[in-house]
C-alpha cells in the first residue's frame, strides 16, 4: 500500500488523529513500534507519513522532519502564532506578550497580536490599548475583536487561509469564543471568567488542530502562564527583539547588551520614549531570568 502525507491534529494515547494533505479525510492512526523503541513521539502539527485503510484507520510510518516548534503550547510546523490579548478581563501581562513573541522570533514564526473583548473596554483601557497597539504594529500584525459584536471577526477569519496556526494566550482572553464566532460548528466550550481570582478557568484541556474555513488549521490549546526561557541564551535575546535591533547598531559598543554600557544607543530610545518603557524593563527581566536559571 502506498504511503501519503497527512498533518497530525491530536496526539491521544496512543492514537493519532491525522489530516491527509491531499484529499481532507480524517483517520485514527496507531504508531509502529519503531517510535516506542526509538523514544520517537509525534506532536500536534507533526507531518507523518501514513497508510490508509478503508475503515478510516492508518498505521503511521516515518515522521517528517519539523521546520518549527514550541514548547508552550507543544506544536510544530506553525506557520503563525495568533496572540490573544485582553487589557482588563484580565489584565494583560506585558512580560508574558514579550516572553512569547521572544519564542516565536527565535523560531521565525510570524506573530498576529489578538486585542479581544473592546467591546468591554472603558475609557482609561481603551487608551492603554490604542499606546499598545501603536507600538506593537510598528513589528506584528494588530487586530481588535470582540466576539460578542463581531468586530474583527472577518478579518481573524482571512489570516488563517492556508496556513497552520496557534491561537494562544492567558486562561480568560476569549479564544475558545473567538474560534465559536469564526466557525460555530465547533461548539468549543466557553468559561466563564472567575471574578475572584480574576483570570480564568481552564476551559481546554489538549492541544488539537481545528479545521477553519477550506484549508486552515489552528490549534486550541490550554491557557498558559508560564514560559520557560531555559533553553535560551541571555547573549542573544537582544536579537529576538526588533525594537532593541532598530537601534542597537548605533550603540557605540558593537556588542553591547544594553544594560550598563556607556553609548548605549537601545537606553537613550527609551529615555527618549522611542521604546516602550515596559520593552526595555522585560528586556532586563529576561536577562536576569536567564542568568538565575
Known amino acids: 500500500m502506498d504511503r501519503r502525507q497527512a498533518i497530525v491534529v491530536r496526539f491521544h494515547s496512543n492514537m493519532l488523529d491525522v489530516i491527509d494533505t491531499l484529499t481532507r479525510k480524517r483517520y485514527t492512526c496507531t504508531l509502529r513500534g519503531k517510535f516506542k523503541q526509538q523514544g520517537i513521539r509525534p506532536i500536534v502539527g507533526d507531518i507523518v507519513e501514513y497508510i490508509g485503510f478503508d475503515d478510516m484507520k492508518g498505521r503511521i510510518e516515518n515522521i517528517l522532519p ?109 479564544k475558545s469564543s473567538l474560534l465559536n464566532a469564526i466557525e460555530p460548528g465547533l461548539k468549543l466550550r466557553e468559561g466563564d471568567l472567575s471574578q475572584q481570582l480574576v483570570r480564568g478557568k481552564h ?42 535591533i532598530d537601534y542597537s547598531s548605533m550603540c557605540s559598543f558593537e556588542n553591547c547588551m544594553h544594560v550598563s554600557e556607556p553609548g548605549c544607543a537601545v537606553k537613550e530610545a527609551v529615555e527618549e520614549g522611542k521604546i516602550l518603557m515596559s520593552r526595555y524593563e522585560n528586556y532586563l527581566k529576561i536577562l536576569d531570568e536567564i542568568d538565575n536559571q
Not at 208 to 235: H, V
Open 66 to 174: 519539523r521546520k518549527n516548534e514550541l514548547n508552550r503550547p507543544k506544536i510544530a510546523n506553525i506557520d503563525q502564532v495568533i496572540l490573544v490579548l485582553t487589557i482588563s478581563h484580565p489584565p494583560i501581562s506585558l512580560i508574558t506578550l514579550d516572553k512569547f513573541l521572544i519564542m516565536a522570533e527565535l523560531q521565525e514564526i510570524e506573530s498576529v497580536l489578538v486585542f479581544n473583548k473592546v467591546d468591554l473596554l472603558d475609557s482609561s483601557a481603551k487608551i492603554d490599548q490604542d499606546k499598545l497597539m501603536a507600538y506593537y504594529s510598528k513589528y506584528h500584525t494588530c487586530i481588535q475583536t470582540s466576539a460578542k459584536t463581531s468586530q474583527g471577526i472577518d478579518i481573524l477569519k482571512r489570516l488563517f487561509n492556508g496556513k497552520i496556526s496557534t491561537m494562544a494566550g492567558m486562561s480568560g482572553v476569549g
Open 203 to 244: 476551559t481546554t484541556t489538549y492541544t488539537e488542530l481545528l479545521g477553519i474555513g477550506e484549508t486552515g488549521l489552528i490549534a486550541d490549546t490550554p491557557g498558559f502562564a508560564f514560559l520557560d526561557l531555559k533553553d535560551f541564551d541571555s547573549e542573544n535575546i537582544r536579537f529576538l527583539m526588533p525594537d532593541l
